[in-house]
């Protein structure tokens, strides 16, 4: 048996939860923020057999894409904001980050 933990953007969390709800999958979900831009994020717990891990896997990444978004830099620390003038970058947001891992006793009651 497999643990997969699941860090998606908010935007794909009902489209994902979605399908794996159709598929029998079940699922945990945590309200999480993310460390780099500090917007919502979902983190999913998911139990699964080993024969399932792929097909889950297949789930995950067909519905949770990543996309292009501008953002503006904050200013630099410690330095002379009166100078600086933010420029807004494009950046790669959503997708998926998967974290499998071995379950080496499960039970539910």
Do not use: W
């Not at 009902?14 to 079940?26: N, P």
């Not at 999480?32 to 896997?57: A, C, P, W």
């Amino acid at each position: 048996m497999k643990l997969v933990i699941a860090v998606i953007q908010d935007k794909d969390t009902h489209r994902l939860l979605t399908a794996l709800t159709q598929e029998g999958f079940r699922a945990t979900k945590l309200s999480s923020t993310g460390g780099f831009l500090r917007e919502g994020n979902t983190t999913l717990l998911i139990g699964v057999q080993d024969l399932q891990l792929e097909r889950l896997l297949r789930i995950i990444q067909s519905t949770c894409r990543s996309r292009e978004q501008l953002v503006t830099p904050l200013s630099p620390m410690g330095g002379p904001a009166d100078s600086y003038i933010p420029f807004p970058v494009e950046i790669t947001v959503g997708g998926a980050t998967i974290f499998v891992l071995d379950v080496e006793r499960f039970e539910q009651y």
